[in-house]
């Protein structure tokens, strides 16, 4: 019988079917933080349970703590007891602790796939829903609630009903400064924010393999926002060889002999898919938010939708809110629409990647005086390497503040917030109505975008800078 891709590593991980289309999962990697992580330990503790499997759990501070330069673990006071419980709970179980300031720190779904924690067929969970990220590189991950956490961390186990499957086919060729957090707010607004909702989304075609490892990460990343909570791209040689080398993946003979495995993890050639979707990557251009949600994406150079132009009146009612929040007119061009703060980061675009490209659309030129903007490194291994490299030296030299990885502005959780009624253009991946800070106004962009938009003081097309 055909199977597709995500079949071949449900079926490899079950360990009882539960019936119902419920199964019982091994899990391969567990990943935690310091927002989600201390309550699950917390339940092991007050039922006198200890961690399952400490080797293959691995922690790190990012939602709450402070991207401020020289922060501790105590910078942000809201956050201070979610650190410090984290790091306790670490030390006793024994799990590995990636602390601040040390190698492998770093948000956890940009650590974990540097550090190739991350492997082709392998089932990941973490207690925050972006961790579909880790599709980018085959795997099987999904994020899972706080009882769910503590159930991992229990059995190495959870409990996961079967989704339904679509695939997104991708052809044609991005074109000159249109990137991956480009294609995906595309998608999201072709297809809708519940267009995912009940699906595992396997993201695939031939202009796929044009695609890197940190480009397919922020695909996968932002298909949480199509409403799925499960997303992958099919392990190929450009997978293979970002992997080579890593700390934890296999190596020698032992990388070879997985390689051959990891070839076989693709749907067969007629294997069945509930949804089939085609998306021509050439349609795709600089995209912006202007709305409530990641769905409200339209093209840099395209106008505001006008409310009256919907004979749907429940559409109306939610266009004319978004705009009232926004302080935005139905109608009016994206472009030229003045901000106030620049935020590059998050775990959807903080990669070296991702730094190199809104580096070199700063070089040489200032933010504008109007405008306060941040880059916030994903992981200690990235912020060594854009200093290394100078990238951190020219942000500084255009007037952007250079911070300390974290998650920072993207979640505002960590005392990194967006004043109200500020307009921020972000490289986060949601721009829910106070996710940035209560009365902040989020325009998601590519770090392209946001670069182009902190030297001009205004949102701009950044094809022509």
Known sequence: MAQTLFDRIWDAHVVTDLGGGWALLAIDRHLLHDLSGPGGFETLAARGLPVSRPDLSFATADHA???????????????????????????????????????????????????????????????????????????????IGSSELAHVLATQTVRQKKPRQMRITYTGVLGKGVFAKDLALHVIAKLGCSAGVGYAIEHSGPAL????????LTLCNMSVELGSKIAFCPPDDVTFDFLRGLPYAPAGDEFEHAVSEWRKLRSDDDAHFDIEVSIDLSDVEPMVTWGTTPEHALAVTSAVPDPTDSTDAERRKGVEAALEYMGLCGGQSLAGTSVDWVFIGSCANSRISDLREAASIVRGKHVAPSVRAWVVPGSQLVKEMAEAEG????????????????????????????????????????????????????????PATAAAAAIAGAIVDPRRG
């Open 65 to 143: 703590v402070s991207s401020a330069p020289h922060r501790t673990g105590e910078t942000n006071p809201a956050g201070a007891k979610l650190y410090a419980s984290l790091r306790r709970f670490c030390d006793s179980a024994p799990v590995p602790f990636y602390d601040l300031g040390k190698a492998g720190q770093g948000i956890v779904h940009v650590m974990a796939p540097e550090m190739g924690l991350t492997l082709p067929g392998t089932t990941i969970v973490c207690g925050d829903s972006h961790t579909c990220t880790h599709g980018g590189l085959g795997a099987l991950a999904f994020g």
């Open 209 to 216: 393999k044009e695609l890197s490892v940190e480009e397919r």
């Open 391 to 446: 990238l951190a030296d020219v942000f500084r030299s255009a007037g952007f503040e250079w911070r300390e990885p974290g998650c920072s502005m993207c979640v505002a959780a960590n005392g990194d917030v967006v004043p109200p009624g500020q307009r921020i253009v972000s490289t986060s991946n949601r721009n829910f109505i106070g996710r940035q800070g209560p009365g902040a106004r989020t325009h998601l962009a590519s």
